[in-house]
């Protein structure tokens, strides 16, 4: 299945899914030592976004989660690759400077088959993404 | 510039703002004159943006159109005096090295406009400060959105900016009105105006009716508080401001409307004011102007305070204040004068600041966000009391 979004930071990744319901604070939100989500109460809190096609809706909080974005990347500890549905301006600066792809804007059938495991292929600068699995 | 022709910064800036661009739907990438650049505080920072900013100065970053700098964390020469930790100012002076080595004045003031970074009326901008943004906007009629600091300083590097938003006339249209009811007398009273429209219009541009001149200083705490509680980068005031005559009767008919009166304005002070028992005076958010070091040190002067006073202000205005000899009187009261840096972005806790007294509802709102009680008043009753 191959669904088609907006490209906002171009690139390409292959990688597991993980996908949050709710925003994310890079800021406070998660730990950018580990990589892992430290946000009390949040949806994927306990989860690590090292090396995972990261799914939200949009970003949160402090415009400094834009380094946040950065810094993981630089620690090796970052997603391969954002998609979100709506993208908001830090989300996108943290990947813009820290080289993430990053699109947003799929169809609703996009969020409703796409679970948090499935295998994806994405190539940003042309704008789709490939659902390769469903592992879990 | 996108393709790399002028070296790596100038290619990656020129990315982030294609992409921000994509996200407004700009149609395009319009010049703009000057910047102002914030996040400059490695309180703020941490080590993610420091990084950053020195990997920038590394590629060879400079800067196209004159920048300033946001507040830092602390005053870049007295930091110990301030009670900053050395490991700290070990850390913001390297931020400001990689600012200054991208060819940024490190002037380090939330007021650029008054210490000679003033832009003109209509001109575009790229300014990050929400209480400048609200300033240049509203009362200089300048043109800028609500940057962030990589936006500002990828707008400062490549001389552009996404044109979207505020940048266009059909944009800066007025959207609530405010009809005020209530005496403003002192800058505290328009910080606690502003604080409460911010919370009542949220991101709206607001007109005001029922504001008779105003001085800057009120202008400048109105902004501040406008931007603090919402997320206001523009507003108009009938008779005052200079694109208020652009917004006839006619483009104000069926806008909502929002009175504020005595009542409102005491009992927002009464919800963000905290009990204190031995509170730092802070004064200066924003930075203070000239005028009001000359009116603290004239309240104060040949008189001893009783608790610590701290005044923040620009590097600029500071120079003209120990010239006239404020800086001196506030001193011989116990009183300090800081440069560079404000209550709100320096390292309170490391300071092992617990309590403030202030008069600006910014101030109280940041403050109270990092868990220092926070006590609000005007000027002239906080100095009077502590002083004898």
């Given at each position: 299945?191959?669904?088609?979004?907006?490209?906002?930071?171009?690139?390409?990744?292959?990688?597991?899914?993980?996908?949050?319901?709710?925003?994310?604070?890079?800021?406070?939100?998660?730990?950018?030592?580990?990589?892992?989500?430290?946000?009390?109460?949040?949806?994927?809190?306990?989860?690590?976004?090292?090396?995972?096609?990261?799914?939200?809706?949009?970003?949160?909080?402090?415009?400094?989660?834009?380094?946040?974005?950065?810094?993981?990347?630089?620690?090796?500890?970052?997603?391969?690759?954002?998609?979100?549905?709506?993208?908001?301006?830090?989300?996108?600066?943290?990947?813009?400077?820290?080289?993430?792809?990053?699109?947003?804007?799929?169809?609703?059938?996009?969020?409703?088959?796409?679970?948090?495991?499935?295998?994806?292929?994405?190539?940003?600068?042309?704008?789709?993404?490939?659902?390769?699995?469903?592992?879990? | 510039?996108?393709?790399?022709?002028?070296?790596?910064?100038?290619?990656?800036?020129?990315?982030?703002?294609?992409?921000?661009?994509?996200?407004?739907?700009?149609?395009?990438?319009?010049?703009?004159?000057?910047?102002?650049?914030?996040?400059?505080?490695?309180?703020?920072?941490?080590?993610?943006?420091?990084?950053?900013?020195?990997?920038?100065?590394?590629?060879?970053?400079?800067?196209?159109?004159?920048?300033?700098?946001?507040?830092?964390?602390m005053?870049?020469?007295l930091w110990m005096d301030l009670g900053v930790p050395?490991?700290f100012?070990?850390?913001?002076?390297?931020?400001?090295?990689?600012?200054?080595?991208?060819?940024?004045?490190?002037?380090?003031?939330?007021?650029?406009?008054?210490?000679?970074?003033?832009?003109?009326?209509?001109?575009?901008?790229?300014?990050?400060?929400?209480?400048?943004?609200?300033?240049?906007?509203?009362?200089?009629?300048?043109?800028?959105?609500?940057?962030?600091?990589?936006?500002?300083?990828?707008?400062?590097?490549?001389?552009?900016?996404?044109?979207?938003?505020?940048?266009?006339?059909?944009?800066?249209?007025?959207?609530?009105?405010?009809?005020?009811?209530?005496?403003?007398?002192?800058?505290?009273?328009?910080?606690?105006?502003?604080?409460?429209?911010?919370?009542?219009?949220?991101?709206?541009?607001?007109?005001?009716?029922?504001?008779?001149?105003?001085?800057?200083?009120?202008?400048?705490?109105?902004?501040?508080?406008?931007?603090?509680?919402?997320?206001?980068?523009?507003?108009?005031?009938?008779?005052?401001?200079?694109?208020?005559?652009?917004?006839?009767?006619?483009?104000?008919?069926?806008?909502?409307?929002?009175?504020?009166?005595?009542?409102?304005?005491?009992?927002?002070?009464?919800?963000?004011?905290?009990?204190?028992?031995?509170?730092i005076?802070?004064?200066?958010?924003?930075?203070?102007?000239?005028?009001?070091?000359?009116?603290?040190?004239?309240?104060?002067?040949?008189?001893?305070?009783?608790?610590?006073?701290i005044?923040?202000?620009?590097?600029?205005?500071?120079?003209?204040?120990?010239?006239?000899?404020?800086?001196?009187?506030?001193?011989?009261?116990?009183?300090?004068?800081?440069?560079?840096?404000?209550?709100?972005?320096a390292p309170l806790?490391e300071m092992g600041w617990?309590?403030?007294?202030?008069?600006?509802?910014?101030?109280?709102?940041?403050?109270?966000?990092?868990?220092?009680?926070?006590?609000?008043?005007?000027?002239?009753?906080?100095?009077?009391?502590?002083?004898?």
């Open positions: 299945m191959k669904f088609y979004g907006r490209a906002i930071v171009a690139g390409s990744a292959e990688g597991l899914a993980l996908v949050s319901v709710e925003p994310i604070s890079f800021y406070g939100g998660i730990d950018p030592e580990t990589g892992i989500v430290t946000e009390p109460r949040h949806c994927i809190e306990g989860e690590n976004v090292k090396n995972r096609v990261l799914i939200f809706p949009r970003g949160k909080g402090s415009t400094v989660g834009s380094y946040v974005i950065y810094r993981m990347k630089k620690r090796g500890i970052a997603p391969l690759a954002i998609l979100n549905s709506d993208t908001d301006i830090i989300t996108a600066t943290g990947c813009v400077i820290a080289g993430i792809p990053l699109m947003d804007r799929f169809d609703e059938e996009f969020f409703r088959v796409l679970k948090t495991g499935t295998l994806l292929k994405l190539n940003a600068s042309e704008g789709w993404v490939e659902l390769i699995s469903n592992l879990s | 510039m996108l393709d790399g022709e002028y070296g790596p910064a100038v290619a990656k800036s020129m990315e982030l703002l294609v992409a921000v661009g994509k996200i407004f739907e700009a149609e395009r990438l319009i010049p703009i004159e000057s910047a102002h650049v914030s996040g400059v505080s490695y309180k703020n920072l941490g080590d993610a943006g420091l990084e950053f900013l020195e990997e920038q100065a590394d590629m060879g970053a400079r800067v196209r159109v004159n920048t300033t700098l946001n507040p830092a964390g005053d870049l020469d050395e490991g100012a070990v850390k913001q002076m390297r931020v400001i090295k990689a600012f200054k080595n991208m060819g940024i004045e490190t002037t380090c003031t939330c007021t650029p406009y008054l210490v000679g970074h003033v832009p003109r009326f209509g001109s575009q901008i790229a300014w990050a400060e929400s209480s400048a943004i609200a300033y240049s906007n509203s009362v200089i009629g300048a043109r800028t959105n609500r940057e962030s600091g990589p936006t500002t300083l990828a707008s400062a590097i490549t001389g552009r900016a996404p044109l979207c938003g505020y940048r266009l006339d059909e944009n800066r249209a007025p959207q609530k009105i405010v009809v005020v009811n209530a005496k403003l007398r002192t800058p505290f009273k328009y910080s606690a105006l502003g604080y409460l429209v911010g919370e009542k219009v949220g991101s709206a541009v607001p007109y005001f009716k029922g504001i008779f001149h105003p001085d800057l200083d009120s202008l400048k705490a109105l902004g501040a508080a406008l931007a603090t509680s919402g997320g206001i980068a523009l507003y108009h005031i009938g008779g005052v401001t200079p694109e208020a005559p652009r917004f006839g009767e006619e483009a104000l008919k069926g806008l909502e409307k929002i009175s504020v009166d005595e009542k409102d304005l005491r009992e927002i002070s009464r919800r963000l004011s905290s009990e204190v028992k031995d509170p005076i802070c004064l200066g958010c924003p930075h203070c102007s000239l005028k009001e070091l000359k009116h603290y040190s004239k309240l104060i002067r040949g008189r001893h305070l009783r608790q610590r006073l005044a923040f202000t620009s590097r600029g205005v500071y120079e003209e204040a120990k010239k006239e000899g404020y800086v001196k009187d506030i001193e011989y009261a116990g009183g300090r004068v800081f440069r560079d840096t404000c209550m709100v972005v806790k617990k309590e403030i007294s202030t008069n600006s509802f910014k101030a109280a709102h940041y403050a109270s966000s990092m868990g220092i009680s926070t006590h609000l008043d005007t000027a002239e009753h906080i100095l009077r009391e502590v002083s004898a």
